[in-house]
């Protein structure tokens, strides 16, 4: 049985994925509005309007049509009625070597189609892993995400089963720990030993420790595999700070590596403003452009706050809203409208521009419905069914932009 405090952490990365909306690379597609290109431009209709599904599935499939008419083919398609599409895109996705295949497969998850795991369970494992990681971000930002268990687990059992006796490639790791972290958000025992053997294979991947935080508890070799990374000086500050919070289920003491890397960040970066930060990355001075990376790269490092059930947690994110860093403090605001709502109903109205302060209500909100009274206290009505509109439309993590990356893209 899971403790309490990782009873809270998963119910806390539940709401994360909840709040990480559809992703830049599953909005490709709008399935409402064909009239533009992704990148804006606006297009000239090359598809005959009375081509059937089966025609533009074979446009589409037919890597002799040009591209930009399979382009046209593909929007024409997402024109037709829902069954006649859902329909379609099916098929795009058991056709082999086609560049539309993850598209289909992207709408056909956001559609929740009841096909979309089996179609998806016998391909995926062939597919690249820029294209598992899409796949991967779609299921994880669902509302009904359960209905594609079957996917995260069946390529993290093929991807521990074929890498077992290599080192894996970073991309090769990013999927790993997309999967084990959906995998902890259902809580289901028959995936801990996957979730487990995750970190043996990726260590130095910060996504399998914290999967492990949520779903079980790391003892025997895990425990000192977690051990030997959280002190390995070759590890980057969030790979050390996520093993030291899942070794934390047994060991509390832990938690202290994790608190002393947040705390390293903030003295370095939270009175330093970004646009200071941006200057030097695009002058000729290369110091500059690679402490403006140290900087973003270990932003995520206060997403780490959701973690740690350390009292030293609320303290350290108490006073990080007042730092002068605004993307820092943007991310600590985000922090604790999931964890400490309080902080930011109280929080004085220049802690943050007026943008940011009303859609961190807006998200104490979304987090916690039970507080909208008095969030209607400082913010209307009106505003916040807009934000929250817009947070059901894109998600938190766009909408709060790289400080939603920190805190929500796990």
Known sequence: MLSNARSTNQFLLILCFAAFGLTSWARTIDVGDPKETPDGNSRVQTVPTECDSRELVALICDDVIPDARRREAFYSLLRLNGNERTTALREIVTRNANPYDVEAAILLVRANDPHATRLLIERIVRWRAESQVQILSTIASHRSKSAFHEIPQRLLESLLQSSSALVPSAETCEVVGRSAMILATFDQEADHASILKSVHLCPMSFRPWLATRVATQLTGREAELGAAVMQDATATSLVRAAASVALSTEHPEAEATAIREIENYLAAFGDVDVGS?????R???????????????????????????????????????????????????????????????????NSFSPRDMNRLLAAVTYFHPDLKTRIRERLSEEKMEELLAEFKLYGLEASFGTAGVAVLGF
Do not use: M
Request: net charge negative.
């Open 283 to 349: 002058s000729d001075d290369q110091l500059s452009k690679q402490e403006y990376v140290i900087f973003r790269e270990n932003l995520r490092l206060i997403g780490i706050l959701v973690f740690v059930n350390s009292d030293r947690a609320e303290e350290i994110a108490t006073d990080a809203l007042e730092v002068r860093n605004e993307q820092i403090r943007l991310a600590v605001g985000l922090v604790c409208a999931l964890r400490w709502p309080q902080r930011i109903i109280e929080a004085r109205d």
């Open 277 to 281: 930060l941006l200057h030097g990355l």
